[in-house]
């Protein structure tokens, strides 16, 4: 009969002894070992059938975005690399995953009380699951993000090399943490200056009222819309527009009271169809456009299509919530410190959606600064936050005893990191020759105009 893991509970040294017992069933030199299963599927044709139910007139889009370089194909490509590390040894560690973890999907935004935040900011792929995982594809990420800025594979593996170390050391650090300080703390060290201090400065910068000015545009008299962008922000027909806005009144239920009393101050005057990102092409994303005291006041926010995790066909027995928002929702809330205050959930036409605020100080960071002691500052960051996050959601000494106080873990997830980043542009050739082509034929979707695009929720 298997024994049950540890809580926090249990004494320390038996969840310590768990920790150290898990390098029997995955060794930290084993995790850093990649060959692709002899089982393995045709990459397109898994990426392929994991598109089902979204809008086919937008996958031409996402394919093309793929394509530009195995980095982006990277980013499109979540449900492969759930696959491969689903047919691997797991240490059986659990933590709540982002499950997208990779190098951009970091980024700034702002608190409630007003003050910037940097942290994990994608959650799409969010659920409880081997803490390895988020690990593994954040390190490769990092490889594949310094080739696209140009920087050498030496390089890269010194910047994994010291993720590893600082998520270790901040382990280390959150381990003997009274829970309520954990829950509290907030990573400052590394933001004055460096990669992340130019991404907090660009964040400062994207203030509501700048928003306004680039995404909208006065309505001969009637106040103002949307901008028409094609096919990056487009309008929807009144029907789609009405099932948005009535979706809001379910939306309010899942916030705080404080924040349904700000809400319940602002008029939504319209609705419009976003595209954002690479993996999340082709899902259902609407912008809503809302006024307070007057135009000079204006409230953003999206609603965005939330699907099941690509990690759910292989984590049975994990207990999320039935409803895909609520799952995005409740993952960030347990992973962040500080999450958006408009962070909620509802449902448009049955399907599933999270809601958040759509532009207020949030900003990313510029790929191209990922290169030399860029990289490297940002690794220090990024491995601390990870850190956090995973010790906030799983157990801190099981993951302290299977870390260890060696480099074993670093090396191994350098080698990882590398071999995968190898394995990923292989598949990038594959995936051009064979998706690309398709995605070059006439589409036979009409072009979207101001009340036309998009397609029913």
């Given at each position: 009969m298997k024994r049950p893991s540890p809580t926090r509970f249990h004494p320390i040294s038996e969840?310590?002894?768990?920790?150290?017992?898990?390098r029997k069933v995955l060794s930290r030199v084993d995790l850093g070992e990649w060959k692709a299963a002899p089982s393995r599927p045709d990459p397109a044709a898994l990426?392929?059938?994991?598109?089902?139910?979204?809008?086919?007139?937008?996958?031409?889009?996402k394919h093309e975005r793929m394509a530009a370089s195995p980095f982006g194909f990277f980013r499109g490509a979540a449900p492969l690399m759930a696959w491969d590390l689903a047919h691997r040894p797991r240490t059986g560690i659990q933590v709540q995953l982002c499950g997208d973890a990779h190098a951009r999907n970091l980024g700034a935004f702002a608190a409630e009380d007003g003050h910037l935040v940097f942290d994990i900011n994608d959650f799409d792929e969010t659920t409880p699951g081997p803490f390895e995982w988020d690990l593994c594809r954040l390190a490769a990420s990092f490889v594949l993000a310094a080739r696209e800025a140009g920087d050498t594979d030496r390089s890269a593996k010194e910047a994994v090399r010291i993720l590893a170390r600082a998520y270790r050391e901040g382990l280390r650090r959150f381990f003997p943490m009274p829970v309520l300080d954990l829950m509290r703390y907030e990573i400052r060290r590394h933001l004055e200056e460096g990669p992340i201090h130019e991404v907090l400065a660009k964040a400062e910068r994207v203030t509501r009222e700048s928003?306004?000015?680039k995404l909208t545009v006065p309505d001969r008299g009637k106040g103002r819309r949307f901008v028409h962008q094609p096919p990056l922000l487009t309008g929807v027909p009144p029907l789609q527009a009405r099932q948005v806005l009535a979706a809001l009144g379910r939306y309010r239920s899942s916030v705080s009271p404080a924040r349904r009393l700000v809400l319940d101050a602002y008029r939504p005057v319209d609705v419009a169809f976003k595209i954002v990102g690479t993996g999340s092409v082709g899902t259902r994303d609407y912008a809503v456009l809302l006024f307070?005291?007057?135009?000079?006041?204006?409230?953003?926010l999206q609603v965005k299509e939330a699907l099941a995790s690509c990690y759910a066909p292989y984590l049975r027995g994990v207990k999320v919530p039935p409803h895909h928002g609520e799952r995005v929702a409740e993952g960030q809330h347990r992973m962040q410190t500080l999450s958006d205050p408009f962070l909620g959930w509802t449902t448009v036409a049955g399907r599933p959606y999270v809601v958040r605020q759509l532009a207020d100080h949030k900003a990313s960071l510029d790929p191209r600064l990922l290169r030399g002691s860029s990289l490297v500052e940002y690794a220090l960051v990024v491995g601390e936050i990870f850190a956090k996050a995973h010790a906030r959601t799983g157990d801190p000494a099981a993951l302290l005893g299977y870390l260890g106080r060696s480099e074993r873990l670093d090396d191994g997830l350098a080698g990882f990191a590398t071999a995968y980043a190898n394995q990923t542009a292989k598949d990038h050739a594959s995936f051009v020759a064979e998706v690309r082509p398709r995605s070059r034929r006439p589409a036979s979707a009409a072009k979207p105009g101001r009340k036309k695009a998009g397609s029913p929720p």
């Open positions: 969840r310590l002894a768990f920790g150290r017992n898990r990426l392929l059938a994991s598109e089902r139910g979204r809008l086919l007139h937008l996958l031409r889009i928003s306004l000015k307070g005291a007057s135009e000079e006041d204006p409230l953003f």
